[in-house]
């Protein structure tokens, strides 16, 4: 029987478009596809979200391959792009919905330390049981041992656990810990209809 629902954050609670939050900080098309290509499709990014180098170090090599003219602002949108993060509603109201059936909830999601900047933004935020944050435990999805982690930690059976993800390597890792998975592809009613097969009462 389903008691914990863990959602994914990225594309799951909240949109995640770095062109768009690039494009707000560069107006030049050509501008944004570079700047774009060397931060958030960087080699520094998954570092970040590994929690294995330290974002001062990581911003500075991402401007060390930018013309001097487009690094102030590669340093603000660095700083400041996650300002621009747009909330997934549905998603989130589900959350609030199964807290009200009684389901305890977590996220489980790789990111960088500053998702302790605007975690608060996310409205499921409060309501949550427990969080695991790839830079925090410096293991990512769709390493089994961060799955493991989070139910060591919280004590939670996996067979007990319903798994939301965008990304179907993930979903497929926490398949193998055990538990019941579902990658979400923004349409929420077959997000419904997935969790109603598991069993879940919505």
Sequence with gaps: M????VFDMGNVLVDYRPMEYT???????????????????????PLL?????EPEVALAQVCGRLPKNLQERAKELFHHWFDQLTIIPET???????????????????????????????PLFPLLNGYIVSADEKLVKPNGAI???LCKRYQLEPEECFFID?????????????????QYQSDVQALYSALQRAGVNI
Excluded at 172 to 177: F, N, P, S, V
């Design 147 to 149: 799955y493991q982690l």
């Design 2 to 5: 389903i008691h914990h629902i």
């Design 23 to 45: 494009q707000r900080f560069f107006s030049d098309p050509a501008e944004a596809t570079l700047v774009c290509r060397e931060l958030f499709d960087g080699p520094e990014w």
């Design 92 to 122: 989130n109201e589900l959350g609030q919905r199964l807290k009200q059936k009684g389901y305890s909830l977590y996220i489980l999601s790789n990111a960088a330390y500053s998702f302790h900047q605007y975690a608060h933004k996310i």
């Design 166 to 182: 965008d990304r179907a390597e993930n979903v497929e890792a926490a398949r193998q810990c055990g538990m019941y998975a579902y």
């Design 49 to 53: 979200d590994e929690g294995k180098i």
